[in-house]
């Protein structure tokens, strides 16, 4: 009899993700580290994941438009070194490690990014920050960054919350087992020897039948 339609009621959250400007990937620029640091360039802005070549195996098959959401903040430290704070935000689809199913897990990857210009330097950054080499030329890709801070970002094993169908569990029983017991049994040459010598004496039993 009673409908309750109203148990739900909306908190007005759902805009929240429009407040960056939507920027093609290809438009992303190129910076020279140094440069970027020392005028403390900042950019925020929002890409199609789809657009950028390394986070492709994760677009949603139901979204594809899906955007990442980034905050970039070039600046150096008292120490002088060549700093960056990066945020990123989005919605990646992975593979259920127990149903083997897709699904769509939100994404949160923040990171204090410390460049560097060989390994040597690379090894002496501190555990809080993230070494990025830079090119050649002293420069970094945004969209590399971007790249990198959601690939880190990934859990290692994602299963659904409810509880799904292992997938696992006849293949372990099918195609688990069986070429173990084949690869510990190994060829013995010998083996081999026994059956070439019995070959030649063994035809007169095959006859045997057709004499009779
Ligand atoms: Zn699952």
Known sequence: MSVDNGSYPLDGQSGSGASRPLQSAASLPRLMVRM????????????RLAELPRL????PHEAPETSLDFDLR??????????????????????????LQPMSLPLVGSSLLQFVYNDDQAEQV????EPVLVDA???????????????????TVSMHEHQCQPAWQEEV?????????ERSE??????ALAEQWRTPGSKGSG???EDQ
């Open 74 to 99: 070039f600046f150096r430290d008292e120490g002088r070194a060549l700093l960056a704070t990066l945020d990123v935000q989005t919605t990646v689809q992975v593979e259920c490690a127990r149903c």
């Open 173 to 181: 029983e099918d195609d688990g087992v069986e070429p173990l017991v």
């Open 207 to 209: 006859k045997k039948g």
């Open 36 to 47: 970027a640091c020392d005028s403390e360039r900042a950019f925020s802005a929002s890409v």
């Open 186 to 191: 190994r060829p013995n040459p010998f083996a």
């Open 126 to 129: 501190g555990d809080a920050r």
């Open 56 to 59: 492709v195996p994760f677009v």
């Open 137 to 155: 030329e002293g420069g970094v890709a945004i969209s590399n960054l971007l790249e990198e801070e959601v690939l880190m970002a990934l859990p």
